[in-house]
């Protein structure tokens, strides 16, 4: 178990983590997720070993990790961590790159070794290529194998798929935490992609502006969203008043995500059409409400300034959190 207790770091005077809390079981998979600045690579870097902490103490298990100044090798031993930078070695080839820590006594072992882990990250045809040769999105995957190559048991990974094409990333993905879940490797992700974390963590922690808002479980978190900065984390979200929806005569607001709302010929509420944008099998759709701006999915083009239809299933309506 990692046991992250009362850390509050700065590089210099500003306070980048304040009194950061939480623990992580064995085998489970994190996203770390929060909008750019807040601290999530900082975070990364202190629980790997590389960041010195004056205030707050880190554990693996009963182990105190005790950071770049007791350390001679940079990063605790059972620990990777996959920096947005890739740190390979550019004249060497692809094998010889993510076999450099593996021990050379057995040869056929290491062999064997680096095939697996060509395998996962889809670069057998490349095992013979320099890396200085490789594309960016390429190296990011030799260098994910690499972070791989001595089966850590905590992997921290940073943007892990940001240089990867949408088409290798999808299966990529799916190798890896595939491959993370079966060899019981507990990961940290910090991602800004939505598709990185709904179907491959566990739990969500959120950080806005170096303090931790919540943990939570990813589907329930998604799912039933308690905060507008947390929701938006996910894409585009609309606050909808529930009085311009129900009967109801208060003021609470909730969350609702623009494939929620459905148009309806025979619903009451109209809204006028701004601006659509293809995004694919749908368009979202920018509509104006009583002087607000609400997004929702249309599997059509709708010509603004056209008058619309829509409502909100009334499940979501009743149970949907109230802000
Ligand atoms: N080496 C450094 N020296 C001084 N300040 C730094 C250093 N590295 C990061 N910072 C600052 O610390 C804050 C947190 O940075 P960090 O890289 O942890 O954010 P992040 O959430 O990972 O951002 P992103 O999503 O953009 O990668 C930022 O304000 C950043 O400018």
């Keep these: 178990m990692l046991t992250v207790q009362n850390v509050s770091f700065a590089y210099n005077t500003q306070p980048v983590l304040k009194n950061i809390n939480f623990t992580i079981e064995k085998g489970q998979h994190i996203a770390l997720i929060g909008a750019s600045g807040c601290g999530k690579s900082t975070l990364l870097k202190i629980i ?18 005790l950071g770049p100044l007791f350390n001679l090798v940079p990063g605790e031993e059972n620990m990777k961590y996959l920096s947005q930078g890739f740190e390979l ?38 095992a013979n290529t320099k890396v200085e040769n490789l594309s960016g999105g390429q190296k990011q995957r030799v260098a994910l194998a690499k972070a791989l190559a001595k089966r850590p048991e905590l992997l921290l990974l940073d943007e892990p798929f940001g240089n990867i094409d949408n088409f290798r990333r999808s299966s990529l993905r799916r190798n890896l935490f595939r491959y993370l879940k079966r060899n019981k490797i507990t990961s940290i992700t910090a991602t800004h992609d939505k598709t990185d974390i709904l179907s491959y963590t566990d739990q969500t922690i959120v950080i806005q502006r170096g303090e931790i808002l919540t943990q939570k479980d990813t589907i329930s978190l998604y799912q039933n ?31 609702v995500y623009p494939h929620e709302i459905k148009t309806d010929p025979n619903a009451t509420i109209k809204v006028r059409v701004k601006n659509t944008y293809f995004n694919g099998n749908y368009y979202l759709t920018e509509a104006i409400l009583d002087n607000t701006i609400l997004f929702f999915n249309h599997p059509y083009k709708l010509k603004a300034p056209e008058m619309i239809r829509i409502t909100i299933p009334d499940e979501i309506l009743k149970n949907r959190h109230r802000i």
């Excluded at 790997?48 to 990790?65: H, R």
């Excluded at 790159?97 to 056929?108: A, D, V």
């Excluded at 009967?247 to 909730?254: P, V």
């Design 48 to 65: 790997y070993g590389t960041l010195n902490v004056k205030e707050g103490e880190l554990y693996w298990d009963s182990k105190k990790l």
């Design 89 to 126: 070695q550019p004249y060497r080839n692809v094998s010889e790159n993510i076999g450099q820590y593996l021990s050379n006594f057995e040869p056929e072992l290491k062999q064997g070794r680096v095939e697996e882990l060509l395998e996962i990250v889809e670069m057998t045809s490349f």
């Design 225 to 255: 969203p308690t905060d507008y900065y947390i929701a938006s984390l996910f894409g585009e979200v609309n606050r909808i008043q529930l009085s311009s929806f129900t009967t109801l005569d208060n003021k609470d607001t909730i969350l």
